[in-house]
């Protein structure tokens, strides 16, 4: 007897379980807006006010005369660098 009530409680269960199937739903895709072809170009638009003139700047002070430089021998040095060392291995 508890057998078959155990049997029957579960053959129950799985019944009704089975049958508790959720419904799904499709949602439409949003639709996309395409653009279509351009217009006619509008009209030239008025032209606009002169702006107003700007203030004048400082004038900036005068730097200090540097000193007459020496005459040279007529000598002209070159300096050669050096060349780089070979890479040790």
């Excluded at 057998?3 to 739903?25: E, F, G």
């Excluded at 509008?42 to 006010?49: D, K, N, P, V």
């Excluded at 700007?54 to 660098?81: F, H, L, N, R, W």
Aim: aromatic letters at 2%; charged letters at 10%; one cysteine or more.
């Amino acid at each position: 007897m508890k057998h078959t009530l155990l049997i029957s409680a579960l053959l129950a269960t799985l019944s009704l379980a089975a049958c508790d199937r959720p419904t799904v739903v499709n949602v439409p895709a949003t639709p996309v807006a395409v653009p279509g072809p351009a217009g006619p170009q509008g009209e030239t638009g008025s032209q606009g006010e002169t702006g107003s003139q700007g203030a004048t700047g400082y004038q900036g002070k005068e730097g200090i005369q540097g000193e007459t430089g020496q005459s040279g021998d007529g000598t002209t040095v070159i300096m050669v660098p050096a060349e780089a060392a070979a890479p040790a291995n």
